[in-house]
């Protein structure tokens, strides 16, 4: 129905709107704070959040069909947050929010390797143009960018491996499930790794933040579970571009970090192409 579509596209507004915020706390916080203790405490608003959900249901939603599969998706979603952020420490807002946009054309092509399925000639030109834009922004070989925009490209990797293995256990277990093992999978991985980098937090100084981060990343996760489940992926993935708006504007408000010319081409290059893809994969999917 329509108002659903229309309903979808606002909760996947609003998620964008908030995990653009929780990027800016996190960016804020990696001046004093490790990068891995970062992303446990972002995580653990919707570690709290399954909690809830088990202490209100029961268990009967942790039986999954696909298991390892589930807990693969989790080891992705721990992987692709601890790159952003180390890498957010390095490198403005807005540029990492561009490049991180390479996901779905990496997620076309492990969906023609891994999932093997069929690509025509113009969703591959999609791609080419795609990495095209990713280059313009990175520029490699001139310095313009540091070093750990790469680190950016990794958690895209990642990002899209979870996006593959999401379309696997889409058709096996409920989005609840799959909500509860990333949860729990990502934070008990980034658990591990805890104690190495563990540094007392200046909670006097940093602990509101500390909550909101947690608090606005468990609400952007929720925002964009429930506008999937309003309105088609092809309807709501466009408003995933909203998010270098937010970006640019947050990083010039907190960082006064503007994008410079090539990067907004750059940017500019990846949005046309991305939103080119996404309407073929529409397409296809009506034929």
């Given at each position: 129905m329509r108002s659903d579509s229309f309903m979808g596209i606002c909760?996947?507004?609003?998620?964008?709107?908030?995990?653009?915020?929780?990027?800016t706390m996190a960016?804020?916080?990696?001046?004093?704070?490790?990068?891995?203790?970062?992303?446990?405490?972002r995580q653990l608003g919707l570690l709290c959040g399954v909690v809830v959900f088990l202490l209100l249901r029961g268990p009967a939603f942790l039986v999954s069909k696909q298991p390892l599969l589930q807990v693969m998706r989790g080891a992705t979603a721990a992987g692709s947050a601890c790159l952003f952020v180390m890498a957010l420490r390095y490198v403005p807002l807005a540029d990492a929010a561009a490049v991180s946009f390479v996901a779905p054309f990496i997620v076309?092509?492990?969906?023609?390797?891994?999932?093997?399925?069929?690509?025509?000639?113009?969703?591959w030109i999609s791609v080419v143009l795609g990495f095209v834009g990713t280059l313009v922004v990175i520029r490699p070989g001139q310095d313009v960018l540091h070093p750990a925009v790469f680190l950016v490209v990794g958690a895209?990797?990642?990002?899209?491996?979870?996006?593959?293995?999401?379309?696997?256990?889409s058709h096996a277990d409920p989005v609840s499930t799959t909500v509860a093992y990333t949860a729990i999978t990502s934070m008990s991985l980034i658990t591990l790794m805890l104690p190495?980098?563990?540094?007392?937090?200046?909670?006097?100084?940093?602990?509101?933040?500390?909550?909101?981060?947690?608090?606005?990343?468990?609400?952007?996760e929720f925002s964009v579970i429930k506008a999937l489940s309003l309105a088609q992926a092809v309807v709501v993935a466009p408003v995933q571009y909203s998010l270098i708006i937010?970006?640019?504007?947050y990083g010039y408000l907190v960082f006064a970090q503007i994008p410079d010319f090539w990067t907004?081409?750059?940017t500019l290059i990846i949005v046309a192409s991305g939103i080119y893809a996404l309407r073929r994969q529409a397409l296809s999917e009506a034929a």
């Open positions: 909760f996947m507004a609003l998620g964008m709107f908030l995990f653009s915020a929780v990027d960016k804020f916080l990696s001046d004093g704070m490790h990068p891995i203790q970062i992303v446990w405490f076309i092509v492990l969906g023609v390797s891994v999932l093997k399925e069929k690509v025509g000639l113009r969703r895209a990797f990642f990002f899209a491996c979870r996006q593959v293995l999401s379309r696997f256990l190495f980098v563990w540094r007392m937090p200046d909670f006097s100084r940093d602990g509101l933040l500390l909550v909101a981060m947690s608090i606005l990343a468990a609400l952007g937010w970006s640019t504007f907004a081409i750059g």
